[in-house]
């Protein structure tokens, strides 16, 4: 009897002790957990953010072909003396606008006005001769018509004046030279454009073929630019050129106007020649420029970013989204290249108008899932802290 009674006094501590255990657990908010089939059998959900995915849409899109290099003059002259002399005046300096014929420099021109009086003179007797000579067979034909000379006679007079007559052109062929010399004292420009350097200062003396000016027309510009040998065909002439240009900000549109017929010396590439119209003259030469040649080009096709597409080996893929379910669809890819500034694929096949596509590689996803698009959560604006300095007490 004592035992049974004992042993009921252990069963009600032990009662008490759990309830207070539970109650204190209760007081904490601490609840055990409940296992239920429905919990347990729950498939997961993928949660994706609207930028997460992206709407397959007809676009646009261009393959192109990147070039790049440095600006020139079509038209530049270099300016060099024609004549040796002294350099007594240089009339453009660096920068200013000139126009074709414009007077450039003057040279000392006593010497050349010396040489030019001096064929003027050597003319002069040139004619002087010629005048006796032509005098002198004229009297000899007189004089053989009356059978007072021989024939050999009469034809030395008239070789004399041939001789004479030679002497004439000679000189006044002379004249002509000091007169262009005379002439090529006054430096002129060739062509209308800048100057953009000057190697000439008064006083001194240059000799023919010195270098003294150098003009640029900056009305048409053009870029000498390399391309692989295996692009090549894609480029012909007069193709529209996009060109970003180095301290420009708006973009500037030119045309191949030239192809080199042979590869650069040392390198597996072609040089092609884009023209500029620079009418405003506000791009000069020497700027760098990189260019984009539009090689290919597909219109109203259906489009993907280029990180969209997925491989297994050689097939592609994309992930794509139905009824809230993810999906890997197999696709056919087109021309790559860019639609609106963007790298993008053409999808051939595979996908129609308007499916949800997940955007990016996101890493290992399981077709199949459940998806639920969630909105991104805003962060708290900051508090503005005041500026005023706290009232003193």
Do not use: C
Not at 60 to 81: E, F, H, M, P, W
Request: glycine letters at 6%.
């Amino acid at each position: 009897m004592l035992k049974r009674k004992g042993l009921w006094i252990i069963v009600a501590f032990l009662l008490m002790g759990s309830a207070f255990i539970i109650g204190k657990k209760k007081q904490h908010g601490i609840t055990p957990p409940v296992a239920t089939a429905s919990t347990a059998s729950q498939a997961p959900v993928l949660e994706f953010l609207p930028d997460d995915v992206i709407e397959v849409v007809s676009a646009d899109i261009q393959k192109k072909l990147t070039v790049s290099g440095a600006l020139r003059a079509l038209n530049q002259a270099s300016v060099k003396a024609r004549v040796a002399g002294e350099v007594s005046e240089v009339l453009v300096r660096e920068g200013e606008a000139v126009q074709q014929g414009q007077i450039l420099a003057r040279m000392n021109t006593s010497d050349y006005l010396a040489k030019l009086a001096q064929a003027r003179g050597a003319l002069s007797a040139a004619q002087g001769q010629l005048d006796i000579a032509r005098q002198a067979r004229d009297n000899n034909r007189a004089l053989l018509d009356k059978h007072f000379i021989s024939q050999s006679a009469y034809d030395n007079t008239n070789n004399q004046l041939a001789i004479a007559s030679a002497n004439v052109e000679s000189a006044r062929g002379a004249l002509e030279v000091a007169q262009k010399a005379l002439a090529d004292t006054v430096v002129r420009a060739p062509i209308s454009g800048m100057i953009s350097s000057r190697s000439v200062q008064p006083g001194e003396k240059v000799s023919p073929d010195n270098r003294l000016l150098d003009i640029v027309d900056l009305r048409v510009l053009e870029m000498e630019a390399p391309v692989p040998t295996q692009d090549i065909s894609s480029v012909r002439l007069e193709q529209s050129v996009e060109l970003q240009i180095e301290g420009v900000s708006e973009k500037v549109t030119g045309k191949v106007s030239r192809i080199n017929p042979a590869t650069a010396p040392g390198s597996r590439s072609i040089m092609i020649y884009v023209q500029v119209e620079n009418r405003d003259q506000t791009l000069r030469a020497g700027m760098f420029a990189e260019a984009q040649l539009v090689t290919d080009k597909r219109n109203n096709v259906l489009t993907l970013p280029q990180t969209a597409i997925q491989y297994e080996g050689d097939k592609a893929f994309v992930y794509a989204i139905e009824n809230n379910i993810l999906l890997q669809k197999p696709v056919t890819l087109g021309l790559q290249g860019s639609s609106n500034g963007v790298p993008a694929i053409q999808v051939n096949a595979g996908l129609r108008s308007g499916t949800k596509v997940v955007k990016a590689n996101l890493g290992s996803l399981r077709a199949g899932l459940t998806v639920r698009f969630v909105k991104p959560v805003q962060q708290p604006a900051q508090p503005v802290q005041s500026t005023q300095p706290a009232d003193k007490v």
